[in-house]
C-alpha cells in the first residue's frame, strides 16, 4: 500500500491507495513542519493519523511533502519520525514545492504555494529550479494568508481600514493590542496566528475596494519579488496551489493579466494531484 501525504504548517491531507491505485482511506490532521516542531512534537502530529495508521503495516511506501522539507536535515527528521510509526515502509520526503509540481505540472512552467505562506519554482519539463532560499513569514511569503493577515492588522492598528470594515473586524477577533503581541512574540506558530486572519478577506467579500486593492498589492508584489526572478516568466503559464489564489482566483488573474503573465492550473490542495501522479506510477509498473 502506498501513503501519500501532503502538509502545510495549518493542516496535513494523507491519502492511501492500495497496490492497485484504488483509493482506501483518507485523514485530515493538523500540519508538521520540521522547521516549528521537535522530533517529539512531530511523531505526536503523526500519530494523529490514527484512521491511516490501522493499515501500518501493510504500507510499503512513504510519500511525504511539507512545508519546511526542502532542507536535507528537515528531510532526514521526518524520515524517522515517519519510519517510527511505518517501520516496513520506503520513505520519501520532499518539500511542498514538489508538490505542487507534481499536482498541476506536465509542461514548463512556475508553479507557486499561495496558503498560510507563499513559494514559487521554475519547473523545466524534467527538474525542478529554486530561485531563492525562502526565509518564511517574518520577511518573505508575498500573498500567503500571514502576509495578508499582517496587512490587515497593520491596517486597522495604523487606522488605514475604512470604518465599516474595521468595526467589523473588531467584532470579529479578539484583537487587543495585549492579545495580539502575546501572540506574535510569546506564543508558538505566530504564521498560523497571522494567517487565521486571511479568511477576513472572503468574508468580507472581493467586491469591496479595500479588499481588491489588497489582495492586487500582495499579487503585484508576489510578481516583483518571486515572479520577476525567471528571465522567461511571461512566455510560461503559472500553476497555483492553497487556498489565498482558490478563492482569490479573478483578481489574481486580472492581476496577472495586466503583467501579460498567463496563469494556469489553480487548485486548492495538492492531495488530489498527488494521487494521480503517484497511482499512474503505480499502474506503469
Not at 499536482?103 to 514548463?108: G, L, Q, R, S, Y
Not at 518564511?136 to 495578508?148: C, H, K, P
Not at 470579529?172 to 508558538?188: A, F, G, N
Request: hydrophobic share 40%.
Amino acid at each position: 500500500m502506498i501513503l501519500i501525504a501532503d502538509s502545510g504548517s495549518t493542516k496535513c491531507d494523507w491519502l492511501l491507495t492500495d497496490s492497485k491505485g484504488n483509493l482506501r482511506q483518507k485523514q485530515k490532521t493538523p500540519g508538521i513542519n520540521p522547521v516549528m516542531f521537535t522530533l517529539d512534537e512531530i511523531k505526536e502530529r503523526v500519530g494523529f493519523a490514527t484512521h491511516i495508521l490501522s493499515y501500518a503495516d501493510q504500507i510499503t511506501h512513504v510519500y511525504f511533502y511539507g512545508a519546511g522539507c526542502g532542507l536535507d536535515g528537515n528531510q532526514e527528521l521526518m524520515q524517522i519520525a515517519l519510519l517510527a510509526f511505518y517501520p516496513n515502509a520506503k520513505v520519501e520526503v520532499q518539500s511542498d514545492l514538489v508538490a505542487a509540481v507534481r499536482a498541476t505540472a506536465k509542461e514548463p512552467s512556475i508553479v507557486c504555494i499561495l496558503g498560510t505562506g507563499s513559494n514559487s519554482c521554475y519547473y523545466d519539463g524534467d527538474a525542478i529550479h529554486f530561485g531563492f532560499d525562502s526565509l518564511g513569514y517574518s520577511v518573505m511569503d508575498e500573498a500567503s494568508g500571514n502576509y495578508f493577515g499582517k496587512q490587515l492588522l497593520k491596517d486597522f492598528f495604523y487606522k488605514k481600514m475604512p470604518s465599516n470594515i474595521a468595526e467589523r473586524f473588531a467584532l470579529e477577533y479578539d484583537i487587543s493590542t495585549e492579545k495580539v503581541l502575546i501572540h506574535l512574540y510569546k506564543e508558538p506558530m505566530p504564521a498560523k496566528f497571522l494567517a487565521s486572519f486571511a479568511k477576513f478577506i472572503f468574508e468580507v467579500g472581493l467586491s469591496e475596494v479595500y479588499i481588491q486593492k489588497l489582495l492586487k498589492k500582495g499579487f503585484i508584489e508576489l510578481i516583483e519579488y518571486q515572479f520577476k526572478l525567471w528571465p522567461n516568466y511571461q512566455k510560461l503559464p503559472i500553476h497555483f496551489i492553497g487556498s489565498i489564489a482558490y478563492f482569490a482566483k479573478d483578481i489574481l488573474e486580472s492581476t496577472l493579466a495586466s503583467e501579460n503573465i498567463t496563469i494556469g492550473t489553480i487548485l486548492r490542495t495538492p492531495i488530489q494531484g498527488l494521487y494521480h501522479y503517484h497511482t499512474k506510477i503505480v499502474k506503469m509498473k
